[in-house]
T-cell receptor
C-alpha cells in the first residue's frame, strides 16, 4: 500500500469541528482512502472510506482533494469520546489481507 | 447487529497451558482475520480466512491454530502458551479483501501468559 503522512498530534475543543489532514502524494488511481481510529484500550474502529468523491456517514465526513494527493477527515462536533489515534491508510482495489497502520494522529479533545 | 464479538475479554494463562479465543461476526462477511497488538505497536496478522473451510497463515502464525467451520465463527487456538504470546488479540471481518470494503474489529481479548 502507498504511503501516507499525518501530523503526530492535534488538539481541539469539545463541540468544535476537527479537521484531520492526510497526505498521500503517491496514491494510485485505484487506491481507496480509508480512515480508522483506535480509542485507548480498544480495538481499531472503521470510520470512513472513499475513492474520489467526498463521503459522509454518521461518524464523520471525508473530503478528498481533486488531485487525490491529500484528504481530510472531518469530525463535525468533537466529543470527548473522539479522543483517539486516527489512521489514514490507502487500500488498493485488489486489496490485501492485512491492514497496515502508520503512526497516525493522536487527537486530544479538551473539555 | 452486534458486529464482531470476542470472548473472553481478559485471560491469564500459565506457561504451557492452552486456550481458545472465540470470535463471531453477524454481518455475513466472507473474510475474517486474527491480529495481535503488542503494547505501543501496530497490528500483526496471525491468520485469516476467506470463507468457511479456508484458512491461511499471516505474518506471525507460529504457536497458533485456527479453524473456520461456519461463516460466523473463527476461533483462534493457542497451544502451549508462552510469555511471548502476551498481547491483545483482535478479530476482524470484512466482506472482501479489496479496498472497497472496510475491516470491522471486535473489542479484543487481553491475554497475559506468566
Amino acid at each position: 500500500d502507498a504511503k501516507t503522512t499525518q501530523p503526530n498530534s492535534m488538539e481541539s475543543n469539545e463541540e468544535e469541528p476537527v479537521h484531520l489532514p492526510c497526505n498521500h502524494s503517491t496514491i494510485s488511481g485505484t487506491d481507496y482512502i480509508h480512515w480508522y481510529r483506535q480509542l485507548p484500550s480498544q480495538g481499531p474502529e472503521y470510520v470512513i472510506h472513499g475513492l474520489t468523491s467526498n463521503v459522509n456517514n454518521r461518524m464523520a465526513s471525508l473530503a478528498i482533494a481533486e488531485d487525490r494527493k491529500s484528504s481530510t477527515l472531518i469530525l463535525h462536533r468533537a466529543t470527548l469520546r473522539d479522543a483517539a489515534v486516527y489512521y489514514c491508510i490507502l487500500r488498493t482495489i485488489q486489496g490485501a489481507q492485512k491492514l497496515v497502520f502508520g503512526q497516525g494522529t493522536r487527537l486530544t479533545i479538551n473539555p | 447487529n452486534a458486529g464482531v464479538t470476542q470472548t473472553p475479554k481478559f485471560r491469564i494463562l500459565k506457561i504451557g497451558q492452552s486456550m481458545t479465543l472465540q470470535c463471531t461476526q453477524d454481518m455475513n462477511h466472507n473474510y475474517m482475520y486474527w491480529y495481535r497488538q503488542d503494547p505501543g505497536m501496530g497490528l500483526k496478522l496471525i491468520y485469516y480466512s476467506v470463507g468457511a473451510g479456508i484458512t491461511d497463515k499471516g505474518e506471525v502464525p507460529n504457536g497458533y491454530n485456527v479453524s473456520r467451520s461456519t461463516t460466523e465463527d473463527f476461533p483462534l487456538r493457542l497451544e502451549l502458551a508462552a510469555p511471548s504470546q502476551t498481547s491483545v488479540y483482535f478479530c476482524a471481518s470484512s466482506y472482501s479483501r479489496t479496498g472497497m470494503n472496510a475491516q470491522y474489529f471486535g473489542p479484543g481479548t487481553r491475554l497475559t501468559v506468566t
